[in-house]
């Protein structure tokens, strides 16, 4: 595994991939200044065939963001026995759920053995800090990145419970309509939302933690692969190859 400080990638080959990230892209087009900021805080990493990313149990301060190629999730260490529960693509979130309820991670994260070159986007969360701190990540950037780790944790329960009715976890889900987990078109960005979007984020996270204790042993649940080809991110990976 090869980490890259993002000062030294040229932005030419840098900003394009960024801008493909919708919460990333929303920074640059209405607050760059905080973007600028989060980078700081961030680093590029390329990774190969059976790298563990995350692993169950552990506990540290990053989350991520997929760039290039597949990932495959596992709900606990992997050995030959484990099922993989999940795949990750680009553009894809992962590991914040952990950070927001500083927990230790509930579930296994590692490169296909057909990988071999997957580019990560790694974000440290400390910055964050506390939820009503603002001195370093700002009230609207961390009310939307909190939105975007509601939209996504829901949208992945929501497959879920399409392939599965009759999940218990399905059924739980049947009590919350979409509008639960999505703030209201006139609510505006207020510490009061964001500690509304930080509840949601916690239920949410417990259902998928849920999700991931039981996938393993349902063997009617079928993973969909993730194929995704940007040049762009091609580019940047070759790059970073080159860098090694």
């Not at 370093?136 to 949208?155: D, G, P, R, S």
């Not at 239920?203 to 649940?221: K, Q, V």
């Amino acid at each position: 595994m090869h980490s890259f400080a993002i000062n030294k990638v040229p932005q030419q080959k840098l900003l394009p991939v960024l801008q493909k990230i919708p919460f990333f892209k929303k920074l640059l087009d209405e607050t760059p200044l905080q973007c600028r900021t989060l980078l700081e805080y961030s680093r590029l990493i390329l990774t190969g065939a059976g790298e563990e990313v995350i692993k169950k149990g552990e506990f540290d301060s990053w989350f991520y963001f997929v760039l290039k190629g597949q990932l495959e999730v596992y709900p606990q260490q992997v050995s030959d026995k484990t099922k993989v529960i999940g795949y990750l693509g680009p553009g894809e979130l992962f590991g914040a759920l952990a950070m927001i309820g500083d927990v230790e991670r509930n579930a296994t994260v590692i490169v296909p053995q057909e990988e071999d070159k997957v580019l990560l986007l790694g974000v440290d969360f400390s910055p964050f800090d506390e939820l009503e701190n603002f001195s370093i990540i700002h009230l609207e950037t961390k009310h939307a990145f909190y939105e975007m780790v509601v939209n996504i944790t829901w949208q992945r329960l929501s497959n879920y419970r399409e392939k599965l009715p009759e999940h218990s976890v399905s059924k739980k889900l049947a009590h919350f309509a979409p509008a639960d987990f999505s703030p209201a078109d006139n609510e505006s960005c207020s510490l009061e939302s964001l500690k509304k979007l930080s509840v949601k984020v916690l239920e949410l996270s417990e259902m998928l933690a849920e999700w991931n204790i039981s996938l393993e042993s349902l063997n009617a649940f079928e993973c969909e692969h993730v194929n995704v080809k940007c040049d762009l991110v091609d580019d940047l990976t070759n790059f970073l190859w080159g860098k090694r």
